[in-house]
C-alpha cells in the first residue's frame, strides 16, 4: 500500500485538494475504463486525474477519502422530475383514475407557493443527495425558488420554468411563465451549479405560437428547452381539442418538426408513442430524450421504446418523473423498471439492455441529452468532479463479480455512501453536510402539515 | 407521554420481554386497523397484545424499542427463492439468451457443495433479515445446509429439498431428492423456525409418478410441496419432450389437477401462463401462488395474471425469485414491480394493485399461500413476533400521507430499522446481531473467490 503524499524519485508531489483511494473505478468513459485500487484526484471543482495507485506518488492531500473497494462512478443524472411535488408524494394512490384532476390539480391549486416550493425542493433535493444523483432536471414553477433550494444542498439543477396555456400559481396570465422564465434565465445563467431552462408544459398545452418563442428564448440564451412530449396515450386527441388536430399522416414528432421546433436544445420527457421514422427524426435533430420506465409502466402510459431510440443513436438518459409519479427520486431503482420496459416492448426479449446501457444511460447518456457531456456523465481528466461511492460491503451488493450489474440490478440507493458535486462534498456517510437539517426539518414539517390538512378533503 | 411500567390505579403491570413503542402499526389484520402511537407487547416467541399507550399502564419491561414513530408492520414473506445461488449473483447478465445452459448449470456443475450452499445461503439469509424478510420460502439443494444457516441468522423458513428426474449434487440417481427430502423433513419438521417441504422442480422434469410420490410424502408428513408451475413462454414443448404431450385441450393446471397433484399444501411459483379456467382451479383446490413479477418480467418468460387470482379468491404472495434472476433479496422493491405487471397484463388499467393490496400480499397473502396465516403475517394477538420497524424520518420515507404507498412505492430496503423473528431481536439498528460477522465474512470470500476463479471459463 502506498502512503499519500509518498514521493517519487524524481519529484515532489504536488497538493490536492481531494484524493479519492482504493476504489472499484466506472469510469464510463469512450473505453468503458474500469479498475481496481483506483485513486482520484481533484482540484477545485475539476478532476485532475484518474488512474491507480501511482498518482499517489505524484499527488498529495489533506483530504482523503478511502472508498474501501466501493464503486466510485460518476454521479447519476436524473433527466426529468419536478421536485417541489414531493410535498403531495403518497397522495391518490388507491385509484388512478382521472387522477390528475381529481388529485395533482386542485392539490396545485390550494397549495402552491414560494415557500411550499422552495421547502419541498430542498426535500427533493436532500432526497436525490442521498441516493447519488449529482444533475437533477426539474420542470415546474417558481423555478428560482427551486435554484435556491438545489444550490443550497449542492446538486446540479437544469431547471426549467413551466410555460403553459393557462393561469398558474406563477403567472396570472396564460403563457406568463415565459416572461418569467426570462426573468429566471436572466438571474441565474452562469451559475456554477444552475442551468436554467424554458420549459413548455407539452404539445396539448401550449400552441405552435408559444412553442417557437420558447424555442428562440432558448436559442438566443443558449439554454435547454424542456418538454413532455408523446407522453399520453390520447394525446392526438388532447391537442386536437387545445391546439387544433394534425393531420392524421403526421405524428406528434413530425409536427414538431414542421414547425421548427425540434432542435439540440431539446430534452423530450417520455416520448411513449413513437415509431421508426420518428426516432429517425429525434436522431437527426439531436434531440435529447428523457426515459422514465417506472413512471410510465406505473401509470401504463405507455412502454416507450427508448432500447430502440438508443440503437438509433439516440441521446437517452433516465428521469424518475415526478415523486407523484414514481415516488422515488433515485435513479438506481429507474435502472431495473428500464430493463424490464425495454425488454417486454413489442416482442420480448430478454437480451435488451445489458447493465452495461443501463448504467450507460443513468450517466453519460444523460449527459449528452442535455449537451453537457464535456463537463459530466464521466470520470475523466477535465471534467467537473460529481462522484459517487457506492458500498460494495453491503450485503446486497454482494458478490461483486459484475459491478455493472451489481449498480443496475442489486444496489439500493441507500448503499450510495458519498456524493460529490462540483469537488463538494454533500454527502458523506450517509450524512448530508451541506444543509442545516434541523432548520429545514422544522420547515418541512409545516410544510406537510399543511398538505395533510387539506388532503382530507380529497377524499 | 407513558412511562413505560406506570401503574394504574388498580393493577401492578406484567412484566413482558419486550416491548415496542412509539410506531406507526399497520397490522395487516381483517379489519385494516393502523394506528400512530401504536405499542405491541411481546411474551417470549408470541405477540401478547397490541394496542395504544394504554398497554404501558398494563405491561412494562426491561426491553424496550422506540420505533420513533417509523412503520411497525408484520415482517414479509418470500414465497419464492433459491437463496444460495447468491454467489452467483451478477453472472451472465450480458446475454440472458440461453443463460441457464450456458451459465447457471455449469456454474453448478462445478461448484455445488454442501460447503457452498452451507455459506451462501447464510449470506443470503443476512440480507434477508436486513431487508425486513422474516419468512424465506426456499427450493434448492442439501436444504438441511440452508436450514442451518436460515436457524444462524435466525429467520424462518419454508425449505423444500428439490426432486428432479437427472442426478444432482446431493442425489446421484434421478429423484434422489425424494429419498433425501424425506430424510430432511424427518429431522427438520417441529423446528421453531423451519418448515421443511419437498420441492418437485418443475411439471417439465419431473414425471406424474414421482410429483405423485412428492406428493404423498408431503401428505403423510403435512408439510407444503413447492414447485414451479406454468412458468415457461415453451412449458407445454418443455412437458411434451421430458414427460409426454399433453392432449390439446388440456392445460398444464389441468393436467396436475388430473393426475391429483393439486393440494392445498402446494405452493406454485410463477404460473404466468394460465386461464380464467386454471384460476377457477387453483381457487377451487386451495394452491398457493408466488408471484415473481421482478424476475419474471426481467427475464420476460411472461406476465402472470396474479392481480387476477388475487381477485378470484387464490392465496396469492410475492417472491424474489434466484438472485440470479431477480438479483435482489427484498420484497419492498418487489411490490412496485408486482403493480407495474399487473397494471400492463392484458389491457392496461393504472387501478389494478393499489397499495394496501401490494402490502397485503407481501404479508398475509405469503402467509396464506403457506397456509400459515393462523402464526405469521399479521400483528394480532397470539400470533408468532414476526415484526419489522421501518424508518419513517429516512428522506425518501417522507412525507407519511399514506404508510402503504410509501412501504409499497417508496421505500428502500435499507429503511429498515429492526427486524424480529420469533420475538427475537436479530436486526437492531441495521446491524445483524445474530451472526458472526467475522467469521461469516471469511468463509464468504473464499466462496466468491472460487466462484470468480471458475467464471473466468464462462466467458
Same mark, same amino acid.
Given at each position: ?28 468513459? +469512450?473505453?468503458?475504463? !474500469? *479498475? ?5 484526484? $481533484?482540484? =477545485?471543482?475539476?478532476?485532475?486525474? /484518474?488512474? #491507480? ?89 417558481? +423555478?428560482?425558488?427551486? !435554484? *435556491? ?5 449542492? $446538486?446540479? =439543477?437544469?431547471?426549467?420554468?413551466? /410555460?403553459? #396555456? ?294
Amino acid at each position: 500500500m502506498l502512503a499519500a503524499g509518498g514521493h517519487s524519485a524524481d519529484a515532489t508531489p504536488e497538493t490536492a485538494d481531494l484524493i479519492i483511494t482504493n476504489g472499484l473505478v466506472l469510469t464510463m468513459d +469512450e473505453s468503458r475504463t !474500469a *479498475r481496481d485500487a483506483g485513486v482520484i484526484v $481533484i482540484q =477545485g471543482d475539476i478532476i485532475a486525474a /484518474v488512474g #491507480g495507485e501511482e498518482l499517489l506518488q505524484q499527488y498529495k492531500s489533506d483530504s482523503l477519502i478511502d472508498a474501501d473497494g466501493g464503486i466510485v462512478m460518476p454521479g447519476m443524472i436524473n433527466l426529468h422530475n419536478h421536485l417541489p411535488m414531493v410535498a403531495f408524494r403518497g397522495l391518490g394512490e388507491t385509484n388512478f383514475n382521472d387522477r390528475l384532476f381529481r388529485v395533482m390539480f386542485p392539490l396545485e391549486k390550494a397549495l402552491l407557493s414560494r415557500e411550499l416550493i422552495r421547502v419541498a425542493a430542498r426535500q427533493a433535493a436532500i432526497e436525490s443527495a442521498l441516493s447519488g444523483v449529482t444533475t437533477v432536471t426539474d420542470m415546474y414553477y417558481h +423555478e428560482d425558488e427551486v !435554484a *435556491r433550494s438545489v444550490t443550497e444542498v449542492g $446538486i446540479r =439543477g437544469v431547471l426549467g420554468e413551466t /410555460v403553459i #396555456g393557462f393561469p398558474v400559481v406563477d403567472a396570472a396570465e396564460p403563457y406568463g411563465g415565459l416572461a418569467y422564465a426570462e426573468r429566471f434565465i436572466a438571474e441565474w445563467k452562469g451559475h456554477r451549479l444552475i442551468t436554467p431552462a424554458v420549459a413548455p408544459h407539452a404539445p396539448y398545452t401550449v400552441s405552435p405560437e408559444w412553442l417557437n418563442k420558447s424555442r428562440e428564448l432558448a436559442e438566443r440564451e443558449g439554454v435547454p428547452v424542456l418538454m413532455h412530449i408523446a407522453e399520453m396515450r390520447n394525446e392526438r386527441e388532447l391537442i386536437a381539442r387545445n391546439v387544433g388536430a394534425l393531420p392524421e399522416d403526421q405524428s406528434i414528432i413530425e409536427y414538431l418538426d414542421a414547425i421548427g421546433f425540434l432542435i439540440d436544445n431539446l430534452v423530450a420527457a417520455h416520448v411513449s408513442h413513437v415509431d421508426d421514422d420518428d426516432i429517425a427524426l429525434l436522431k437527426q435533430r439531436g434531440v435529447g430524450v428523457a426515459h422514465n420506465p417506472k413512471a410510465n409502466s406505473r401509470a401504463t402510459s405507455g412502454m416507450s421504446p427508448a432500447w430502440r431510440m438508443l440503437e438509433a443513436g439516440v441521446d437517452v438518459g433516465l428521469g424518475t418523473d415526478g415523486p407523484m409519479s414514481s415516488n422515488q427520486m433515485d435513479i438506481i431503482n429507474v435502472m431495473g423498471y428500464a430493463a424490464v420496459v425495454a425488454r417486454n416492448e413489442g416482442e420480448p426479449d430478454s437480451r435488451r439492455l445489458p447493465p452495461y446501457d443501463l448504467v450507460y444511460m443513468a450517466t453519460m447518456g444523460g449527459a449528452r441529452a442535455l449537451d453537457m457531456e464535456d463537463r459530466i456523465g464521466s470520470l475523466e481528466t477535465g471534467k467537473q468532479a460529481d462522484i459517487i461511492i457506492v458500498d460494495s460491503r453491503a450485503a446486497n451488493m454482494q458478490p461483486m463479480h459484475d459491478p455493472y450489474a451489481m449498480i443496475a440490478f442489486a444496489a439500493y440507493p441507500g448503499n450510495v455512501r458519498t456524493t460529490i458535486v462540483d469537488g463538494k462534498v454533500i454527502v458523506r456517510d450517509r450524512d448530508v453536510l451541506s444543509v442545516d437539517l434541523e432548520a429545514h426539518a422544522a420547515e418541512w414539517a409545516e410544510v406537510v402539515k399543511a398538505v395533510a390538512e387539506f388532503a382530507v378533503s380529497l377524499e
